[in-house]
């Protein structure tokens, strides 16, 4: 995890049209609230640069003691539309207005809507269903248990693995983990399950082969039969970085399930939504998921998830038995429709190709100049993952990715901390809205920044 120095420091002011820092930072009046939080909920919840958000608008991000930051990370990945969005207040205050704000699984007539909406973005809209949840965990582990049960009542018990890939990050529930393909995050388990196997992923630098071959052969090395695979669980691109699948390994991958009945699932909860310049991330790859996971983006703001999914899987659960409290939860529902009508109408999944097409070779650019320092950097349209190295051993580099991410921060530009299995990726996510002199302003600043921390390296 991230420490961030909680000792107030004189920074250098800043003041441009999107970046205001007028105090020391961390703000000295913030440190009580931190104490409270450090006193009152697990350290867990710590680890964020030490802002205390009090109002985020569009791009940026404000705390109350008047500084104001380019936000490069869309809370997680999350605010796709822009944070605070009007239209999504609007229909947030109609939603109150009208008065219903929960309904468990009785029918509102907004559920109606989202479902079709979210249909209507489906790989098949007359063969493909929505099923709303709360969050990307809970869909994962709907994934799971809906490609578990098609293949136990077609094919019997058997037919029970579910096939994921090494540092794959699908959520923190207990489904989600066991499929997760980060030993540190899951050995709380205490539970081998071999139903759920990792193959390496293709994805370039940690592993070379970047051919299906390596996907057979492992199956092979772990004695795994196809017929006893269930699914096929892959991010969209893997989040640790923005690590890609190369589009022939998805071909091939989906030539695999289609061949052997698996359900091959994506997990689109960070891809989805515009994020890379497409609707969904697949659609690179120019594949058909079976089932799709969802979260974050489709809302840009309050806790709502969903699977869409081919009908035959999505209809094996009876009426009353695949169901949450709060699914489809009116508030929640109002702000994806909302959202998902900015995203539209605004066109920022082309935005976010737009701006990709400039921050990709401006990372590129900046990268090039520390090569032993920066030898991956990975991207596509509005999310890219900076990897950071020493160069005298060649190996991750937590430390100096937490530096820049800090001074960043100092400076006025606002990310998460540093991700990856070793907390060396700089990961970069604005809100697709971001315009082009805003996001230009952010590089300059990414830059600026990176030579002064591998100055004094
Ligand atoms: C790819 C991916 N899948 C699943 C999840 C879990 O989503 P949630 O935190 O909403 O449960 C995340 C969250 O970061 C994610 O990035």
Not at 15 to 27: C, E, F, L, N
Not at 120 to 134: H, I, Q, R, W
Not at 300 to 321: H, K, N, Q
Not at 360 to 373: A, M, N, Q, T, W
Request: net charge negative; proline share 6%.
């Amino acid at each position: 995890m991230a420490e961030y120095s909680m000792q107030p420091i004189e920074v250098k002011h800043v003041s441009t049209q999107y970046r205001t820092i007028k105090t020391k930072i961390p703000v000295p009046e913030s440190l009580a609230i931190f104490q409270t939080l450090k006193e009152s909920e697990p350290r867990s919840m710590l680890g964020m640069p030490p802002v205390i958000w009090d109002r985020a608008e569009n791009f940026t991000v404000f705390d109350k003691w008047g500084n104001r930051w380019i936000d490069w990370s869309s809370c997680v990945l999350l605010a796709n539309t822009g944070h605070g969005r009007s239209e999504i207040k609007k229909a947030l205050h109609a939603q109150i207005d009208q008065g219903l704000l929960a309904t468990y699984v009785f029918v509102h007539e907004k559920r109606a809507r989202l479902t079709k909406t979210l249909q209507a973005l489906s790989p098949d809209p007359s063969g493909y269903e929505t099923f709303l949840l709360s969050t990307g965990s809970e869909a994962i582990e709907n994934c799971i248990k809906l490609a578990k049960t098609y293949a136990l009542k077609k094919f019997g018990p058997h037919k029970k693995i579910i096939v994921s890939f090494e540092n794959a990050f699908h959520g923190r529930t207990l489904g989600a983990q066991l499929a997760g393909g980060l030993p540190g995050l899951k050995n709380w388990i205490g539970l081998d399950d071999s139903a759920f196997i990792q193959i390496p992923f293709p994805d370039g630098y940690r592993v070379e082969d970047t051919s299906f071959n390596l996907f057979l052969k492992t199956l092979d090395s772990k004695n795994i039969q196809p017929t006893d695979i269930a699914g096929v669980l892959t991010e969209s691109y893997q989040g640790g970085g923005a690590d890609f699948l190369p589009v022939e390994y998805a071909h091939a991958l989906e030539a695999f399930c289609r061949d052997h009945d698996i359900v091959g699932i994506y997990d689109e909860v960070q891809a989805g939504f515009g994020r890379t310049g497409k609707m969904f991330c697949y659609e690179h790859y120019g594949i058909k998921p079976d089932l799709i996971a969802c979260g974050k983006g489709i809302s840009s703001s309050l806790p709502i998830s969903a699977v869409i999914g081919r009908t035959d899987i999505m209809e094996l659960y009876p009426p009353g038995s695949m169901t949450s409290t709060h699914s489809a939860s009116p508030l929640c529902v109002a702000a994806a429709i909302a959202n998902l009508d900015i995203l539209q109408k605004e066109d920022l999944v082309g935005n976010a190709l737009r701006m990709g097409d400039i921050l990709f070779p401006e990372l590129v650019r900046i990268c090039g100049k520390y090569p032993s320092v920066f030898p991956v950097v990975k991207g596509k349209g509005l999310v890219a993952g900076v990897r950071v190295f020493d160069p005298d051993t060649g190996r991750p580099d937590s430390h100096t990715a937490l530096r820049i991410n800090t001074a960043c921060f100092q400076k006025g530009l606002l990310m998460f901390a540093p991700v990856g299995s070793n907390g060396e990726c700089v990961k970069i996510a604005p809100p697709l809205c971001i315009t082009e002199d805003a996001l230009r302003e952010g590089i300059s600043v990414f830059e600026e920044t990176v030579a002064e921390v591998l100055k004094s390296h």
